[in-house]
């Protein structure tokens, strides 16, 4: 894992089952999705790792409706959080995608990154002021935030990683996942990579986030975006489709 040399000290974040255990070992069927139980599941998961990429981004956006529909977290969306993230070293993530000639592994983190802003300190706020418990423990929502050191353990590896999609994408998953007390140590290392991010990305999105991450971590920023920011769309790729669109 990328770490700055401050944090080589720093405890080591629990590392995920593997993917085949996640996905053998997980009891689907009892668990909730925003259209019934989750017994179609390992169905959808094995297409991320198809050979050909259009199914493999087929099956991310059906797990966009099944477990991120209208960006809520459901029960099965931890284990499918877990999956994907535990794939992405897979050699089925660097297929490249026809036409973007991006590899897989850039659309695996910016979903990831999408799922972990549903769960963000700010989305939770909003809803906890107009459903007070939301975050009580033992919630949905509170277990899926439990698992970001380990999301982001899986995650870090890919900040520098030799493409630059893939490189922004885990910046941003890191950036969201980083709220996580736990990963406090690793913040000062994100805000360079955030940085970087404000210095070169064209990705408004994007940008918002790597702003939003430095400014509650009390880091210099520069002087506000000549764009107009929405309250509720800051998130990457906010609508929660923005990397699952034609052409695939």
Known sequence: MNQSRSNAGAPR???????????????WGSLQTA????EDLPKVLARLLEPDPRVQVT?????SELVGHQNTIYEATAPVAMYVAGILAHPAA?????????PIRATLLNWLATTAYDASDEIVGRTEQYFPGFLTHGTTVAA????????????????QDSHEDVREAAVIAALILAEHPALAVHRDH?????????DTSSDDPNRRVARKALEAWGHDVPDPEP??????????????????????
């Open 35 to 38: 259209f019934g139980n989750g």
């Open 190 to 198: 994100l805000a360079v990579h955030a940085h970087r991010i404000l």
């Open 13 to 27: 974040e629990p590392d995920l089952p593997p993917y085949q255990v996640v996905l053998a070992e997980t009891d």
């Open 59 to 63: 099956g991310l956006s059906e797990l």
């Open 144 to 159: 899926f935030r439990d698992l970001r050191p380990m999301l982001y353990r899986a995650v870090a590896p890919f900040l």
């Open 227 to 248: 764009f107009r920011e929405e309250p509720w769309d800051w998130g990457p790729h906010s609508d929660g489709r923005g990397d699952l669109e034609p052409p695939f």
């Open 94 to 102: 660097m297929t490249l995608r026809p036409y973007r000639n991006v």
